[in-house]
Structures are given as structure tokens and as C-alpha cells.
């Protein structure tokens, strides 16, 4: 990944398996190792006297991946090695791609004597808008300064799914990893890399039994290596995994599952969050039967052990008759995990997690437009956030911050993501419950918003703060920036610099069609490096691709060329 194209200067190392994934950037049928020290077909060992040591480091497998554009037929991509004989490639019976094609050339590079290049093309997905010989995504702008990309993409319409699963991009925006999900039942997918680059993966399904699923895959082969479908589900609790799966350790993962209660009262106690909600419940359910309210457990995962563990659950230090918030941003939650019909109040909307600088947990919750942060050893809450000081008790038994002024604060907070120090974050201001937003584009805006905590005062301040095209406070902000409906991601990369993806983007080119996402990458002056704008998912998937993050590999290849390559092996 990563080239400039044919006759390109920019070169990628790459990884090219025998049985590695079907898509994009590999290839099944590959049976030798492109190595000068691998095994010759006849099966003894042989070398390579025009080997040199920086390429002997490289030679377990690895190969230099030069990429030109692609067709609907696969993308032809350069594969060059420290191996000078050709390489056979056989092709695959039920591949979509034309017949391999072969060219060995002798280049010489700085650090290596030698190098061997054959040309092949490779699969197609069999989708038309993933297959196509332009790029999938759009560079506006600039070059990023991380290689790739990967998100979430549906492919249909308002009646049928075609294609959902996860896809990964290079700086010019070419597919070059893909994994696919079941069409029939996935709703939605998040996702996040672990360190030896396998994605940890929750799928919210669409079926009833079972209703979500946490994953771990492996990119090389494709496959699920571990599957752990949500099975604590039945007709009086329910359990579903939803909103997150944040890596936060070589073994564990985290994520949100729902959980009711029936404690909190009958429709009398939901007239003051929402008094249409409460006439619905009365009408539904009469008098006298408790409302069902849905709250969320953070749930630690041990991909090892293949365990899971409820950390906290919000109820434990919130509760709708405390902590009283009118709004219109609940909504009524199938609750179902058989095939009676049944709703509760989703009250909290848990909608992110990960771990501050200090390895505690950092909550967003949507509804509640809140930021916890969580001790990570389960013993109490370290500080509370809310754009909305009503929601408060008064008696919290944790420090309380309040936000510096009215045009500071957030709403409907997604994403959230630590700063440089346990008193920083930053979050994706979605933006839905701002005053004054109606829901249109002309009316709401969003933003990628940091801020800095004062301990002495209890306030945050807003340290961080971007928004597209306007810039923040300028006329024309409200009108003229993009507005994310649901979704997002912001995260502070290693140069200091900030990576924002608004995924669900209502934008008035073709609204009917569907909402698309866009990445940009902001240097630490707050300039923008580079803009990328991804396909709409169709209008049926509200929350669009939901997120985006960006990688530096999709299997321990490197961004590099070969030269300054073999160092990192």
C-alpha cells in the first residue's frame, strides 16, 4: 500500500501469504516465499549470491508492494523482492480478476544491491462501487501523514444491503484491505487494531438471538479467530454489546452492553425527562407498570481468555429520578431477546470509551450530553462532566466540573479520547441537541473539541477545537459547517498533530442518496495536512460509517522504502 503509482517513488513493505485474504493487496495461491533464501521448488534451500544483508533482514516473507489504480477486474500491484527468478501465481478458479500477469525487472535502491519485480493483478470484491478503477475515497486535499485509514462502509440502498464490512485506504484512497460482514444480519460494526495488528471488532446484528457479537481478526487470513456472541440475554434481562470496542491492552478490550431496570417507578417518573414519552408509556402499559429504563455496563474483554467482565454499570451513580435531565434525545429501545415485543427508555446511550493518560476509563454518554472518568480498578468515580448542569444532584460523591461558557460546551458527545495529560480529552460534538439545532444542516454544526481540566476551579476549558470549512466563531459557522449527525472519531497523533472523521455527514449535494464521511488530518498548528471525503452510506444506516481511524499498517508492513525498510526488521 502507500505507492504513488506505477513508476512511483514512494514504496511500501508489504506481506504476501500463501493463504492470506481474499481482496485487495493479496492474494490465495502464492505457495513460495518471495525470498532470496527461501525454498526452491524442488524443496531445498538456496541462496541468493546477490543477496545483500539489508535484504536477507527482509526476507522472511516480506515484499515491497508498489501499487498502481485498480480496475474492476482486481488492482495491479508491483511486487518486488530480494529474489531475481519468477515467481508462479496461480490463479484462483473463482477469482473475479484477469489472468496474472508477470514482468521481472533488476532495480538497484540505496542499501540494496538488488531487487526482483513482478506485476500481477489481483482479486476484485465482486461490488461494483468497491471494484471501480478510481479511487474509492477522494483526496481534496494534502497528503496525510498516516498512510492509511480504515472505516466502516455499507453498500445498497434504502431496501437492501449489498455489501457491509470494513475498508482500508491508502493516501490516494485505493481499497487495499477489506473485510466483509454478513449482509442479512450486521446492523453496524466498530472496530479498533491491536498492537499485533489483528482488529477487535463489535457487531451489533440485527437479529434477535444473537443480538451482538465481539470479534478478533485476523487481517492476514480474513478470519474471525475469536467469536463471542452475547448470550446473557432472556426475557427478563436484557443484554446487547453496542457502541464501542476500544483496545486498551495487548489482551483486553473494552465495550458497552445495555441493561434494564424496572425500580425507577410507573410513567409518572418519565414525565420529567420527556412528557410525550410518559403519555406513550401510560397508553402502552397503564397506571401501574413500571417504566423499563436501559442503562449501560462498561464491559472489560479478555480476547485470551476469551472472558468477559462487567466493570461498572451507570446505574451504580446515576438514575433517571436523581439525575433528572429533560431533553429530546432518549428514545424507546426494543428490548426483546426472544420473539415477544418489548421496549424500554434508552436513557444513558452510552457512545464511547477509552483510557486517559493516567490508564482510567474515559465514558462519553450521549443522552446525558456527559464525560465520566472511571477508575480503571473499579473503585469509584474520579470526576463528572455535563454541558447541561441540570442533570446533577447536588450530591455526587465525586468532583463535579462545569464548563467555561455556554458556546464551550458539547452535545451528544461521541469518541472520546485522552490528551497528553489525565487532565485532558478531547471528544467528536456532535452537536444534535445544541440550542437552536433543528436537525437540518443550515441549523447544526459539529466539531472535534479538546479540553484542559483546572482542578483548582472545577472548569474545563476548550484548548482544542475544529470545525469545517468556517472556522470556529467566524460568521457563517452555524450555516456553513459540517454537520455529523451521529458518530465520528478525533484522536491526538504521535507528531501532536489531530486526526477528525465526521462518518454521517448531512451535506446538500444529493441528500437522498445517503450521508458521506470525511477525514482530515490537522497538523499541530491547526492547519489542515490533508482532506479525504468517503462514499455515502445509504440513508437506511443512520449513522453512516460511524467511524474512522487511521493505521500505520494492516499487517506489520511499513510506509517506508526499501532502503530505510530493513531496519525496522
Same mark, same amino acid.
Given at each position: 500500500?502507500?505507492?504513488?503509482?506505477?513508476?512511483?517513488?514512494?514504496?511500501?513493505?508489504?506481506?504476501?501469504?500463501?493463504?492470506?485474504?481474499?481482496?485487495?493487496?493479496?492474494?490465495?495461491?502464492?505457495?513460495?516465499?518471495?525470498?532470496?533464501? @527461501? #525454498?526452491?521448488?524442488?524443496?531445498?534451500?538456496?541462496?541468493?549470491?546477490?543477496?545483500?544483508? #539489508?535484504?536477507?533482514?527482509?526476507?522472511?516473507?516480506?515484499?515491497?508492494?508498489?501499487?498502481?489504480?485498480?480496475?474492476?477486474?482486481?488492482?495491479?500491484?508491483?511486487?518486488?523482492?530480494?529474489?531475481?527468478?519468477?515467481?508462479?501465481?496461480?490463479?484462483?478458479?473463482?477469482?473475479?480478476?484477469?489472468?496474472?500477469?508477470?514482468?521481472?525487472?533488476?532495480?538497484?535502491?540505496?542499501?540494496?544491491?538488488?531487487?526482483?519485480? /513482478?506485476?500481477?493483478?489481483?482479486?476484485?470484491?465482486?461490488?461494483?462501487?468497491?471494484? +471501480?478503477?478510481?479511487?474509492?475515497?477522494?483526496?481534496?486535499?494534502?497528503?496525510?501523514?498516516? &498512510?492509511?485509514?480504515?472505516?466502516?462502509?455499507? !453498500?445498497?440502498?434504502?431496501? $437492501?444491503?449489498?455489501?457491509?464490512?470494513?475498508?482500508?485506504?491508502?493516501?490516494?484512497?485505493?481499497?487495499?484491505?477489506?473485510?466483509?460482514?454478513?449482509?442479512?444480519?450486521?446492523?453496524?460494526?466498530?472496530?479498533?487494531?491491536?498492537?499485533?495488528?489483528?482488529?477487535?471488532?463489535?457487531?451489533?446484528?440485527? /437479529?434477535?438471538?444473537?443480538?451482538? $457479537?465481539?470479534?478478533?481478526?485476523?487481517?492476514?487470513?480474513?478470519?474471525?479467530?475469536?467469536?463471542?456472541?452475547?448470550?446473557?440475554?432472556?426475557?427478563?434481562?436484557?443484554?446487547?454489546?453496542?457502541?464501542?470496542?476500544?483496545?486498551? @491492552? @495487548?489482551?483486553?478490550?473494552?465495550?458497552?452492553?445495555?441493561?434494564?431496570?424496572?425500580?425507577?417507578?410507573?410513567?409518572?417518573?418519565?414525565? &420529567?425527562?420527556?412528557?410525550?414519552?410518559?403519555?406513550?408509556?401510560?397508553?402502552?402499559?397503564?397506571?401501574?407498570?413500571?417504566?423499563?429504563?436501559?442503562?449501560?455496563?462498561?464491559?472489560?474483554?479478555?480476547?485470551?481468555?476469551?472472558?468477559?467482565?462487567?466493570?461498572?454499570?451507570?446505574?451504580?451513580?446515576?438514575?433517571?429520578? +436523581?439525575? !433528572?435531565?429533560?431533553?429530546?434525545?432518549?428514545?424507546?429501545?426494543?428490548?426483546?431477546?426472544?420473539?415477544?415485543?418489548?421496549?424500554?427508555?434508552?436513557?444513558?446511550? #452510552?457512545?464511547?470509551?477509552?483510557?486517559?493518560?493516567?490508564? +482510567?476509563?474515559?465514558?462519553?454518554?450521549?443522552?446525558?450530553?456527559?464525560?465520566?472518568?472511571?477508575?480503571?480498578?473499579?473503585?469509584?468515580?474520579?470526576?463528572?462532566?455535563?454541558?447541561?448542569?441540570?442533570?446533577?444532584?447536588?450530591?455526587?460523591?465525586?468532583?463535579?466540573?462545569?464548563?467555561?461558557?455556554?458556546?464551550?460546551?458539547?452535545?451528544?458527545?461521541?469518541?472520546?479520547?485522552?490528551?497528553?495529560?489525565?487532565?485532558?480529552?478531547?471528544? !467528536?460534538?456532535?452537536?444534535?441537541?445544541?440550542?437552536?439545532?433543528?436537525?437540518?444542516?443550515?441549523?447544526?454544526?459539529?466539531?472535534?473539541?479538546?479540553?484542559?481540566?483546572?482542578?483548582?476551579?472545577?472548569?474545563?476549558?476548550?484548548?482544542?477545537?475544529?470545525?469545517?470549512?468556517?472556522?470556529?466563531?467566524?460568521?457563517?459557522?452555524?450555516?456553513?459547517?459540517?454537520?455529523?449527525?451521529?458518530?465520528?472519531?478525533?484522536?491526538?497523533?504521535?507528531?501532536?498533530?489531530?486526526?477528525?472523521?465526521?462518518?454521517?455527514?448531512?451535506?446538500?449535494?444529493?441528500?437522498?442518496?445517503?450521508?458521506?464521511?470525511?477525514?482530515?488530518?490537522? #497538523?499541530?498548528?491547526? /492547519?489542515?495536512?490533508?482532506?479525504?471525503?468517503?462514499?455515502?452510506?445509504?440513508?437506511?444506516?443512520?449513522?453512516?460509517?460511524?467511524?474512522?481511524?487511521?493505521?500505520?499498517?494492516?499487517?506489520?508492513?511499513?510506509?517506508?522504502? &526499501?532502503?530505510?525498510?530493513?531496519?525496522?526488521?
Amino acid at each position: 500500500h502507500g505507492g504513488r503509482g506505477e513508476g512511483g517513488e514512494a514504496e511500501s513493505v508489504g506481506r504476501l501469504e500463501g493463504d492470506g485474504p481474499r481482496g485487495v493487496g493479496a492474494r490465495r495461491g502464492v505457495d513460495e516465499r518471495l525470498c532470496g533464501a @527461501s #525454498a526452491s521448488r524442488s524443496g531445498a534451500p538456496r541462496e541468493s549470491p546477490r543477496t545483500t544483508a #539489508a535484504a536477507s533482514a527482509v526476507c522472511a516473507e516480506r515484499v515491497v508492494l508498489r501499487g498502481g489504480g485498480g480496475g474492476r477486474r482486481g488492482r495491479r500491484v508491483r511486487v518486488q523482492a530480494d529474489r531475481v527468478d519468477p515467481v508462479d501465481v496461480e490463479q484462483d478458479e473463482d477469482a473475479v480478476s484477469a489472468p496474472t500477469q508477470e514482468r521481472d525487472e533488476v532495480r538497484a535502491y540505496r542499501g540494496s544491491e538488488l531487487v526482483a519485480s /513482478t506485476e500481477l493483478m489481483t482479486e476484485g470484491i465482486g461490488i461494483t462501487e468497491l471494484d +471501480d478503477e478510481q479511487p474509492f475515497g477522494t483526496v481534496l486535499s494534502g497528503r496525510s501523514s498516516f &498512510p492509511l485509514v480504515t472505516v466502516q462502509h455499507i !453498500v445498497g440502498s434504502m431496501d $437492501e444491503t449489498a455489501w457491509v464490512g470494513l475498508l482500508t485506504l491508502d493516501r490516494e484512497g485505493y481499497i487495499v484491505w477489506y473485510h466483509e460482514f454478513n449482509t442479512s444480519s450486521t446492523s453496524y460494526a466498530v472496530f479498533d487494531q491491536r498492537d499485533d495488528f489483528n482488529v477487535a471488532v463489535m457487531v451489533e446484528m440485527t /437479529t434477535v438471538a444473537p443480538n451482538s $457479537e465481539l470479534q478478533v481478526i485476523d487481517p492476514v487470513s480474513n478470519d474471525a479467530l475469536v467469536s463471542i456472541p452475547q448470550e446473557h440475554c432472556d426475557n427478563t434481562t436484557y443484554a446487547q454489546y453496542s457502541h464501542e470496542a476500544k483496545v486498551v @491492552s @495487548s489482551s483486553e478490550m473494552v465495550t458497552f452492553s445495555y441493561i434494564n431496570r424496572k425500580d425507577y417507578g410507573d410513567y409518572r417518573s418519565l414525565e &420529567p425527562l420527556s412528557s410525550q414519552m410518559a403519555e406513550d408509556w401510560l397508553q402502552r402499559q397503564g397506571n401501574e407498570t413500571p417504566v423499563e429504563y436501559v442503562g449501560d455496563k462498561l464491559v472489560r474483554w479478555d480476547m485470551v481468555s476469551r472472558r468477559t467482565e462487567d466493570v461498572y454499570e451507570i446505574f451504580d451513580f446515576l438514575n433517571p429520578l +436523581d439525575n !433528572v435531565l429533560q431533553g429530546s434525545t432518549y428514545g424507546w429501545l426494543d428490548t426483546r431477546c426472544a420473539v415477544d415485543t418489548r421496549q424500554g427508555v434508552e436513557w444513558s446511550h #452510552a457512545s464511547s470509551a477509552a483510557l486517559d493518560a493516567d490508564n +482510567d476509563y474515559l465514558v462519553t454518554l450521549r443522552n446525558l450530553h456527559m464525560v465520566l472518568a472511571i477508575r480503571r480498578d473499579g473503585s469509584s468515580v474520579k470526576w463528572g462532566l455535563a454541558s447541561d448542569e441540570a442533570v446533577w444532584s447536588g450530591d455526587e460523591p465525586f468532583p463535579v466540573y462545569r464548563i467555561e461558557s455556554e458556546a464551550a460546551k458539547f452535545w451528544e458527545p461521541h469518541a472520546v479520547s485522552p490528551g497528553r495529560s489525565p487532565l485532558d480529552f478531547f471528544l !467528536v460534538d456532535d452537536g444534535t441537541s445544541r440550542p437552536g439545532c433543528t436537525g437540518s444542516p443550515t441549523t447544526c454544526f459539529s466539531r472535534a473539541v479538546g479540553y484542559r481540566l483546572d482542578p483548582g476551579t472545577l472548569t474545563a476549558h476548550l484548548a482544542f477545537e475544529f470545525e469545517f470549512p468556517v472556522p470556529a466563531g467566524a460568521p457563517g459557522e452555524v450555516d456553513l459547517d459540517l454537520y455529523n449527525s451521529n458518530g465520528g472519531y478525533v484522536a491526538r497523533l504521535p507528531d501532536d498533530g489531530v486526526v477528525v472523521a465526521l462518518t454521517s455527514v448531512s451535506i446538500d449535494d444529493d441528500p437522498n442518496v445517503g450521508h458521506p464521511a470525511f477525514v482530515f488530518d490537522v #497538523a499541530p498548528n491547526a /492547519t489542515i495536512r490533508s482532506e479525504l471525503r468517503l462514499p455515502r452510506v445509504p440513508r437506511s444506516h443512520k449513522s453512516g460509517s460511524y467511524r474512522a481511524i487511521p493505521a500505520f499498517s494492516v499487517a506489520g508492513e511499513r510506509d517506508l522504502p &526499501p532502503d530505510r525498510a530493513a531496519a525496522f526488521f
